[in-house]
């Protein structure tokens, strides 16, 4: 009986360390890990909603934005009115450029350079950023955040970032361009339309080079006549 009795024990124990070592592979192998950093392509998933409390149909409304990204390049693309709306926004890290790419009745493409960028989507006031000591879990990352405080004595706001995703200067063309991270939990306004973003997913995969270039039907016009196709739409 004790012979007999040792050997479930041991088998008991050589599976129950099978399973330890199979966790500890699907944990922290790089490629199949659930606690991946220092991940450098791929895509963030967002759920968004919206801020400002405005009377909107839920099926107008943009209700999630995907930010694809690789090599510090990043396109976010989001959809409204039920698909007849249709943005796509890349920063081009190398040549220093923002491209909006929109469908909303017509094609329309724009390219803003550093001084249109900084007249357009660094909207706020002047602010300091202070680091803070919180930290959660989103989308699989590790996050910590950050208090933007305004000179102007405007009501501070509070964002969340993550450093396991490796994207060099990732702000440098929104409106929270002095904060070194990739925003987990923000807010954001465009053409007139405030929106909460949180993550809901961070996926590893390979990204063609040519997403981040604007497709060739799409008529180029200046910045402010895209502003103008939306004036009124979302305000």
Sequence with gaps: MSSRFSKKRIVILLLFISLI???????FNPKT????????????????????????????????????????????????????VRM????????KI???????????????DMDEIAKTNYYFPDYTVEYGNKTKEIAGCKC??????????SPS????????????????????????GVLMDYTLKKYGLKLHFTASSVTESKIDDNFF??????????????EKMFSGFFD
């Design 157 to 180: 706001t509070e964002v969340w970032l993550t450093h396991d995703i490796s994207i060099k200067n990732p702000n440098w063309s929104n409106a929270y361009y002095k904060i070194d």
């Design 21 to 27: 070592a199979g966790l500890s592979f699907l944990l």
């Design 213 to 226: 270039t604007v497709a060739p039907e799409y008529t180029k016009v200046k910045n402010k006549e895209i």
């Design 88 to 95: 796509k926004f890349i920063s081009d890290p190398v040549k």
């Design 33 to 84: 890990g659930i606690f991946k950093k220092h991940i450098r392509e791929g895509i963030i998933s967002y759920k968004a909603s919206v801020v400002d409390g405005k009377d909107f149909s839920s099926m107008t409304m943009p209700d999630k934005m995907t930010v694809t990204f690789k090599n510090d390049y990043s396109a976010a693309e989001l959809e409204a009115g039920l698909g007849f």
């Design 98 to 112: 923002f491209l909006s790419q929109v469908y909303f009745l017509e094609k329309k493409q724009s390219v803003m």
């Design 144 to 153: 910590v955040n950050a208090v933007l405080k305004f000179v102007d004595g």
